[in-house]
């Protein structure tokens, strides 16, 4: 039988038996009748997969127009179809985050993640970027806490090159002393770079205080001390133990079938297995704040000062995340930086940069304010900010505010997804915080449906003035 695309024939009657053909290499069967969203049961001799596909009908990626297809080795492949552009791009990620790092040795998931790209058992280190330079393609790896993440650019006919780089890197990285030593004296030349820089340094300061005792208090990258114990063989243990399938992410997207796409990913990751693989890590309760916390950090021969001031915020997944996210882009994102824009630079003077960011993601992440100013205005600052955020909590934002914010978030989205890299990002969003695959198209509504009393609910929900973790670095 053929190898390539797949051509699937409903049987004649419905729930007459079955059709029986070859699918991506792989004997499957094809369980009728077919549903009326024409979800696909692929089943062999011993795993399941499924699959969705319907011809693309809308601009938005969504449910009739991204092929998704989980294996039973936990990866889940996701793809969309874009002849527009002769490119192609692979991004995902894996369960292997820094939340699995040993206290002593923080910075060992980044390490290995960083360490995966210096060689493999078919390709060295040299091999791997000529190859990549020679189809003038990209491939990164890189750390972070919940997951490991991967990106590839390259010409549609390239897609076996990016997808046998990963498989490589993924499954049978080699570690090679000498590159590993480089490479632990890049990271140790970043972390003593981190060491100077006020904003950095002010926000590892704010973690400590905000995520006290939790996991998220912890620097991905970790501490020189702790780069200096990560050994060859701790990089190797922590892939053979932690790198898998299970809960593996792959989206591609750019111009090839889907199902070809899939079917490629298939034959290179389909029967990788990790049995030493552990569950995702369950993060802890927070407790929040009782009371202020403040801590200043002094590095020597700066002339300004970085503050971080905060809060815990709400969840991805959370109710309140979409409320609080058009909440923020009030009090500090939109225009000239919102509010805090307006108040503490423009009309006060007082600093040089001001925004407030809100980073929802799989736990709390913090809903924070961040401002550089000169060190003689970082009291003032602080106190302006506060009254502001009390202000914030206090009043609803009026309708001009709310207005204009919701119409910035709708009108950007669709930027937001003019390119390869952009649809790849927002589908893997998809799947990362189970959103549901027509997110996007029903995300219009769903900005629109927020109301100035939800805003003000999850501003007082998450925000207190009295209970802010503020940290300054500077001279």
């Known amino acids: 039988m053929s190898s390539g695309s797949p051509k699937l024939t409903c049987a004649p009657e419905i729930g007459q038996s079955v059709h029986i053909c070859q699918l991506w ?30 011809p693309a009908t809308t601009a938005f990626p969504g449910a009739d127009d991204i092929f998704r297809v989980e294996l039973g080795n936990g990866i889940v492949i996701l793809c969309r179809a874009n002849f527009n552009s002769p490119s192609i791009v692979v991004s995902g990620f894996l369960t292997a985050g820094s939340l699995f790092d040993p206290e002593e040795k923080l910075g ?31 491939f990164a790896v890189s750390g972070a806490t919940h997951s490991v993440s ?17 498989t490589e890197i993924i499954q049978h990285p080699t570690f090679p002393e000498e590159q ?22 002010a926000s590892l300061a704010f973690d400590r205080i905000v995520y006290k005792n939790h996991p998220y208090s912890r620097p991905e990258d970790g501490y020189p001390e702790t780069i200096q114990k990560i050994t060859r063989e701790d990089l190797e243990l922590f892939h053979r133990k932690h790198i898998g399938p299970q809960g593996m992410v792959l ?8 199902e070809t796409a899939a079917q490629k990913v298939i034959q290179k990751l389909g029967e990788w297995k990790n049995p030493k693989q552990p569950e995702p890590v369950k993060l802890p309760p927070l407790k929040p704040l009782s009371e202020e916390r403040i801590e200043r950090l002094q590095i020597p021969g700066k002339f300004q000062s970085d503050i971080v001031l905060g809060t815990p915020g709400p969840e991805r997944k959370s109710n309140f995340f979409i409320p ?9 994102r939109f225009g000239m930086m919102g509010r805090l824009g307006d108040v503490v630079r423009e009309n006060a003077g007082l600093a040089y940069h001001i925004s407030s960011s809100l980073s929802g993601g799989l736990g709390p992440g913090p809903w924070y304010v961040s401002a550089g100013v000169s060190p003689d205005n970082v009291d003032k600052t602080i106190k302006l900010v ?18 204009d914010s919701k119409s910035n978030f709708i009108g950007r989205l669709p930027l937001s997804l003019e390119s390869n890299a952009g649809v790849a990002a927002a589908i893997m969003n998809l799947e990362r915080y189970q959103l549901g695959l027509n997110y ?9 449906g927020v109301t100035a009393e939800h805003i003000l609910e999850a501003a007082q929900k998450y925000l207190s003035p009295e209970h802010l973790a503020i940290a300054v670095a500077g001279p």
């Open 25 to 54: 290499m792989v004997k499957i069967k094809i369980i009728f009748p077919v549903p009326s969203n024409k979800r696909y049961f692929f089943i062999n001799e011993h795993e399941i997969y499924t699959a969705t596909m319907i």
């Open 108 to 138: 060992l998931a980044d390490f290995t993640a960083t360490a995966l790209m210096r060689g493999a058992d078919k390709f060295n280190f040299n091999k791997i970027f000529d190859l990549l330079e020679s189809a003038g393609a990209s």
């Open 150 to 166: 991967f990106n590839g650019k390259s010409l549609a006919e390239d897609l076996d090159l990016l997808l046998d780089i990963l």
């Open 180 to 201: 590993i030593e480089r490479l632990r004296a890049q990271l140790l030349t970043s972390l003593a770079m981190r060491s100077q820089d006020t904003g950095e340094m």
């Open 251 to 258: 989206v591609i997207v750019g111009a090839v079938e889907p």
């Open 324 to 332: 609080a996210t058009i909440g923020n882009n009030i009090l500090g």
């Open 386 to 403: 506060r009254e502001e955020i009390r202000r914030f909590v206090s009043e609803k934002v009026n309708e001009e505010e709310l207005n």
């Open 440 to 448: 996007y198209r029903e995300y219009p509504e769903l900005i629109q």
